[in-house]
């Protein structure tokens, strides 16, 4: 009979954990997390403080926008009562008005700047064509240009436009026209477009299908992540302009939101409470529209994170 082989036990492994586990771990980036009492007491104190720094301000908004506030020097985020009349002001102030121009300029230069984004980007990302990276290089300076540089040549165009010789100073329409091509869509539109793949295409052709076909049923039904990103930041592009409606505005008539903030800003009879409630009511629709496409949003930004 042979002899049993007999195996040494193994050997535990070192505890390295310091007395009441307060040893540091290493996190997912390959730093050190301290699990003391004093590494957690300062980490607080860092959340807290950036915390308060980013959500301080919209606090104070807020608090502000429903109070009775009136000395700018005495905005709080510590509310002291509850009061609608901010509004009745900023709408006998013709905010509502400013609200509506806003919304007609956004919705319309929105519609425009997403079905030009579309086109352009099924052009340059699935057709060949000569020029095709001169058009890719202009659409990209025009990111690089601040607005101020365009502001005058742009003013000159909107007073007499080329060929239909039409005046567009004064409108909105002046406001819509210029936010119709944004290079950023264009852009977002162009990639995303590009890796959808050329077989589902071929085969479609196979099948008999035109372009127009081929648009509207597989690439664009595809693109939908994409239409979610332009469309937030397209909203909010268009929604936050203030050089743009300063160049065509000539009365108070075609103001915008952001516009007429400065107005009410300036204008002595106006308290800081009334601003603050014409401010909050610019920034709902942006956190609004936000909220509603963030699934779209998130998943356009995710795919392009992937392809990348």
């Known amino acids: 009979m042979t002899a049993p082989i007999k195996t040494a036990p193994a050997k535990a492994a070192p505890n390295r954990s310091a007395p009441g586990g307060n040893a540091p771990t290493e996190t997912a980036l390959g730093l050190t997390e301290s699990r003391s009492v004093g590494g957690r007491a300062l980490k607080a104190v860092v959340y807290l403080l950036v915390l308060f720094v980013f959500a301080g301000p919209l606090l104070a908004l807020l608090v502000s926008a429903f109070g009775n506030v009136k000395d700018p020097t005495q905005l709080s985020v510590v509310p ?44 340059l990302a699935r057709k060949v064509f000569r020029g095709m990276t001169l058009v890719l290089v202009a659409v990209l300076a025009t990111l690089m240009l601040p607005e101020e540089i365009l502001a005058l040549p742009l003013s000159l165009i909107l007073a007499d436009l080329p060929v239909l010789h039409f005046n567009l100073i004064g409108t909105l329409a002046g406001m819509i026209v210029p936010l119709g091509a944004w290079g950023f869509s264009i852009l977002v539109m162009t990639e995303f477009m590009r890796d959808v793949p050329r077989e589902l295409e071929e085969a479609a052709r196979i099948d008999g299908a035109g372009d127009l076909r081929i648009f509207f049923q597989i690439i664009l039904p595809m693109c939908k992540p994409a239409l979610g990103v332009i469309g937030v930041f397209g909203f909010t592009m268009i929604w936050d302009q203030y050089l743009l409606p300063l160049l065509v505005s000539v009365d108070a008539s075609s103001y915008t939101l952001p516009l007429a903030l400065r107005t009410l800003r300036i204008d002595p009879d106006v308290t800081p409470g009334v601003v603050m409630a014409a401010a909050l009511l610019a920034l709902l629709p942006s956190v609004i529209v936000f909220l509603l496409f963030q699934r779209s949003f998130v998943s356009g930004l995710s795919s392009g994170a992937l392809k990348g």
Not at 93 to 122: C, E, I, K, M
């Open 80 to 123: 002291s009562g509850v009061t609608l009349d901010n509004f009745g002001i900023a709408f006998d102030q013709g905010v509502l008005t400013y609200l509506l121009n806003s919304f007609f300029v956004v919705g319309f230069g929105l519609l425009l700047q997403v079905a030009v984004s579309v086109l352009a980007g099924y052009a």
